[in-house]
């Protein structure tokens, strides 16, 4: 299962992380940005692979491949999770989980 992309925890919670970097929650819309965050920390990077899926790619490399497709098909496609602590400019936190794609626009826009 992929990650979330909301805050799970804190201020916000249940709000919604968008691939622009904005938390949003029905027509409330905060900007994760330079401006608004104080300080963020990483707490948690996990790579996670979903089990039935990772048997279908190995299934399917090992007729086309044998043992090396098989090899293969199991130790591909990872997806990544990222668990961040956001400390906002306001005095409100929260912890939220993104995926890869929110997590790489996330460090352009706070570097």
């Known amino acids: ?6 805050v799970i925890a804190g201020d916000y919670i249940n709000y919604s992380v968008s691939n622009l970097v904005h938390l949003f929650y029905w027509f409330k819309i905060i900007a994760i940005n330079k401006e608004t965050i104080q300080e963020y920390e990483v ?6 692979k979903s089990a039935i899926s990772a048997m279908g790619r ?6 086309a491949l044998g043992p090396v497709g098989l090899l293969a ?16 400019k306001n005095g409100k936190n929260s912890l939220i989980e993104i995926d890869d794609f929110i997590y790489k626009e996330l460090i352009k826009k706070l570097y």
Not at 1 to 6: F, Q, V
Not at 43 to 48: A, G, Q
């Open 58 to 63: 190995g299934l399917l490399g090992s007729f």
């Open 1 to 6: 299962m992929g990650a979330k992309n909301k």
């Open 73 to 88: 098909g199991l130790s591909a496609k990872s997806k990544g999770t990222h668990i961040i602590s956001i400390k906002f």
């Open 43 to 48: 707490l948690d990077e996990s790579r996670t």
